[in-house]
T-cell receptor, first 115, second 116 residues
């Protein structure tokens, strides 16, 4: 199967700062990537769909100005949490859509802690 | 709209016993079905998927699932579990969307706890 990486795996930041999380498809090109948020002991909640070369599509209730998504190439999507606050602390997971395999491949996740 | 229901939030089972994790879905169109496993503080790993063809799907780690269209179910089974199977399991269905991609809807997850 294909491999998706995320960086960093863990980040701690102060309230009010911005944090960027990278998601890379290492051995395939992904025109579509997805960003999820997962609270403890809960399921994955889709935040947005990231399309290469165009604006991301956000799910209802997700603030697009707070969670900036950029998909500048076929192998890289970034999620920037702007002016982070403690309530933004969560586990963020990305995935890359593979049309060849008809499935999404998931990154290992990023644990964000905002102090 | 499509949805996925995992009725069991927790399933305790003794090692070497069989287990079934239930998943039901609703959709007005044909879907693809997936089971993922998640270990603590990790991403999701695909166990198996149903796209078409045989309704009995075999996956990794000895897991299998059966697609039942009439009952709109996709239950996950393993005949003999191991301690290392302790994890969170998610059922998901996809919905093709404009642009040719696939958008997943997840169930709420089932915590499988294998005990000695």
């Amino acid at each position: 199967g294909a491999v998706v990486s995320q960086h960093p795996s863990r980040v701690i930041c102060k309230s009010g700062t911005s944090v960027k999380i990278e998601c890379r498809s290492l051995d395939f090109q992904a025109t579509t990537m997805f960003w999820y948020r997962q609270f403890p002991k809960q399921s994955l909640m889709l935040m947005a769909t990231s399309n290469e070369g165009s604006k991301a599509t956000y799910e209802q209730g997700v603030e697009k100005d707070k969670f900036l998504i950029n998909h500048a190439s076929l192998t890289l999507s970034t999620l920037t949490v702007t002016s982070a606050h403690p309530e933004d602390s969560s586990f963020y997971i990305c995935s890359a859509d593979s049309k060849a395999y008809n499935e999404q491949f998931f990154g290992p996740g990023t644990r964000l802690t905002v102090l | 709209a499509q949805s996925v229901t995992q009725l069991d939030s927790q399933v305790p089972v003794f090692e070497e016993a069989p287990v079934e994790l239930r998943c039901n879905y609703s959709s007005s169109v044909s879907v693809y079905l997936f089971w993922y496993v998640q270990y603590p503080n990790q991403g999701l790993q695909l166990l198996l998927k149903y796209l078409s063809g045989s309704t009995l799907v075999k996956g990794i780690n000895g897991f299998e699932a059966e697609f039942n269209k009439s009952q709109t179910s996709f239950h996950l089974r393993k005949p003999s579990v191991h301690i290392s199977d302790t994890a969170e399991y998610f059922c998901a269905v996809n919905l093709p969307f404009t642009g040719g991609g696939n958008k997943l809807t997840f169930g709420t997850g089932t915590q499988l706890k294998v005990e000695l």
